[in-house]
């Protein structure tokens, strides 16, 4: 049986399921008890499992963030909420240069099963120190995986995995999926990380997203599709682990990609899946690879500079006409 | 505001022979530190050396007060520790070496000891990061219902970063049972903490947080015992975090080859007047407990057993280059 639930509602089911069948999990964060998080996506939990599962913290990022590591550590599994992604920033050391770390330098010795949920990405006029979409920098770090889910679908079988996993997750929520509507089963069921999924079958060219993005490519592929041109959509879903496989696979059939991402051009992901492609499907490719990103420069505020800073729909169009040399730069 | 807690000079705090369990311990961590030396000018490790001579009685203290599955973070320094805890030099020194037979396989080197069998929950080179961790180990078993307790170690200048006050407030707010040891030797690196902190006592801090806090010399081994019982105990007992601030003093540089511009030969020639285990000795000789000559075979057999130790690190092998790419998760 499925029905239709949104993004938020899928992650409040999982929380819920992870919860109730694993004693060892708790939740963390701010404001998420009580209030039922900023997003209202622990709405309930608090009331369901009470305040020694669903823990309200002090703004003290780094703090908790520790204080999650060592509780990983020594047999608990912490689900972490950071209420908005550019927070992590402040907790960087415990993230990256701790619980990334801590399984490697031990020789495999200790394993941190940590969860950070974290909601990230533009589109709401939150301006530069609430609008980042990070995920780049987290997946340059070995010992972190990262999760971008851009369906109720894929967001509660994802972040059901998440929690399965014995290492860090940081798991990328989209502040703008929150309210987006999606068939999700009633059954339980979980999607294993680092798994792309073909969001659209296509012949012409290969767009491969991830996050909100996935749905402004499925966008353009309509207004593609009038055009006559056939795209395949690929949702990467994580970016570590990385199917690259998957892309390189719809590439040699395609013979032309497109990457898009949220995140700032320069030095985004996109470089790396383009150097992956030209690297392993060089004598596949028709045309030249095309990276659609934001602008470099911080997220303004205003919503009609945020938009022209955000990719959106049009440019992703333009962008495939590039790559297939319908239109040239 | 506070005192500071020494031993009684007219008594031993413990038996005879537990005293002079004690004092082995002291020696061992001497002879394990002067050995470390030999090995850094020989070339056979890598990075820097920090060393802990002069500050044995802390570990020892502290460390003599704990069960087997009792957790611990610690720094850099921290060889001391481990012994104190019950790691063997064995593995100790293989790691220096970075040898297969260490306790990280040789991944890890001499800042990132672990051994999860005795609750050593990681060595840190980040200034302050152990602490949250600590805090999070001491969260575990206040919600498992064990009586564990967690101990984090860190140096006067790890005070000035921000994780330590997060985490003493985290551990305030939820009567967490940790204890957090300040081995104050005066010195963060090459800065002297006086001007790096307005407070005379570091222990002031502790206050700030309605943690109990008390002022230790830190070379007077039994009073440094009886001061982490009383902490140690409180925790078990559920009366939360307590703050130690043992006063101490590194006889050594920072690390090896350090300068030590900044002191005087006549401050650190007092200081060693004040060594922690030639006070514990002569007070156990004073008072007639052991003779000079059983205090020379006892540093002897010592002698020997690191010398032992040592070979055995020397003949370990180097790890296999698979070994890169395991335990990345
Ligand atoms: C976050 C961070 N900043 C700086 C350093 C470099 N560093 C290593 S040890 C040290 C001094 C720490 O002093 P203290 O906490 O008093 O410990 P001690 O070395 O005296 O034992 C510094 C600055 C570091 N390792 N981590
Ligand atoms: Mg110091």
Not at chain 1, 48 to 53: A, C, M, V
Not at chain 2, 73 to 95: C, D, H, M, N, P
């Amino acid at each position: 049986m499925t029905r239709q639930i949104t993004y938020a509602e899928a992650i409040n089911e999982a929380l819920d399921e992870i919860l109730r069948d694993d004693e060892s999990v708790f939740l963390l964060g701010e404001d998420i008890g009580h209030y039922g998080g900023v997003f209202k996506v622990t709405k309930g939990l608090y009331d369901k499992f009470g305040g020694d599962r669903v823990i309200d913290t002090p703004i003290s990022e780094s703090g908790f963030i520790g204080l999650g590591i060592g509780a990983a550590m020594t047999g608990l599994k912490p689900v972490i909420e950071i209420m908005w992604i550019d927070f992590t920033l402040v907790a960087i050391d415990q993230i990256l240069n701790q619980a990334a770390k801590f399984s490697y330098m031990s020789g495999g010795q200790s394993k941190v099963p940590l969860v950070i949920r974290t909601q990230g990405g533009g589109g709401r006029g939150n301006g530069a120190q609430h609008s980042q979409s990070l995920e780049g920098l987290f997946a340059q770090f070995p010992g972190v995986k990262v999760v971008c889910p851009s369906t109720p679908y894929d967001v509660k079988g994802l972040l059901k995995s998440s929690v399965a996993e014995n290492c860090p997750v940081i798991f990328i929520e989209h502040k703008m999926l929150y309210n987006t509507k999606g068939e999700v089963p009633e059954e339980d069921y979980s999607i294993p990380l680092g798994k792309a999924d073909i969001k659209r079958k296509g012949s012409d060219v290969t767009i491969v997203s991830l996050s909100r993005m996935v749905q402004f490519s499925l966008n353009a592929a309509k207004e593609l599709e009038k055009e006559g041109i056939d795209a395949e959509i690929i949702d990467l879903r994580s970016l570590a682990p990385l199917d690259i496989e998957t892309v390189i696979e719809s590439v040699k059939r395609t013979n032309r990609i497109v990457v898009v991402h949220e995140a700032h051009t320069t030095f985004g992901w996109g470089a790396e899946i383009v150097s992956r492609v030209q690297q392993d499907a060089f004598d596949y490719l028709d045309g030249p690879i095309i990276r659609v990103g934001a602008e470099d420069v911080p997220i303004p505020y205003n919503l009609e500079l945020e938009k022209e800073v955000l990719p959106q729909v049009k440019d992703i169009v333009k962008a495939v006409k590039e790559a297939l040399y319908i239109e040239v730069k | 505001m506070f005192n500071l807690e020494v031993s009684d000079p007219a008594k031993l705090l413990f038996s005879k022979d537990d005293s002079l369990r004690i004092l082995e311990q002291l020696i061992t961590i001497r002879k394990f530190e002067e050995k470390s030396i030999e090995l850094y000018k020989s070339g056979l490790m890598g990075g820097s050396l920090h060393g802990y001579i002069g500050q044995e009685a802390v570990a020892v203290g502290v460390c003599s007060q704990l069960n087997k599955d009792d957790y611990l973070t610690v720094t850099y320094r921290s060889r001391g520790q481990a012994i104190a805890k019950g790691a063997s030099i064995e593995k100790l020194f293989a790691e220096m070496m970075g040898k297969v037979d260490g306790y990280c396989k040789g991944k890890g080197g001499p800042m990132h000891i672990t051994d999860l069998e005795i609750g050593f929950l990681g060595a840190n080179g980040i200034v302050g990061a152990g602490i949250p961790i600590a805090t999070g180990a001491a969260f575990s078993a206040k919600k498992k219902g064990t009586s564990q307790v967690s101990v984090t170690f860190f140096g006067d200048g790890a005070t000035n970063q921000g994780v330590f006050h997060e985490a003493l407030n985290l551990a305030s707010i939820w009567k967490l049972p940790v204890v957090f040891v300040c081995e104050n030797n005066l010195y963060s690196e090459m800065s002297p903490i006086a001007d790096m902190v307005p407070n005379e006592h570091l222990a002031e801090r502790a206050l700030a947080y309605h943690i109990p806090a008390v002022i230790v010399d830190g070379n007077d081994v039994e009073a440094v015992c009886k001061v982490a019982q009383e902490a140690i105990e409180r925790a078990r007992n559920n009366g939360g975090p307590t703050f130690i601030e043992a006063k101490t003093y590194r006889q050594q540089g920072h690390m090896f080859g350090d300068a030590e511009t900044y002191r005087t030969k006549e401050e650190v020639n007092e200081w060693k007047k004040k060594d922690p285990i030639q006070l514990f000795t002569n007070k156990q000789i004073e008072l007639g407990y052991i003779t000079d000559e059983l205090v020379e075979q006892l540093s002897h057999e010592i002698e020997l057993k690191v010398e032992k130790a040592y070979q055995f690190a020397l003949n370990s092998e180097q790890p296999n280059y698979d070994e890169i790419f395991t335990d990345v998760f």
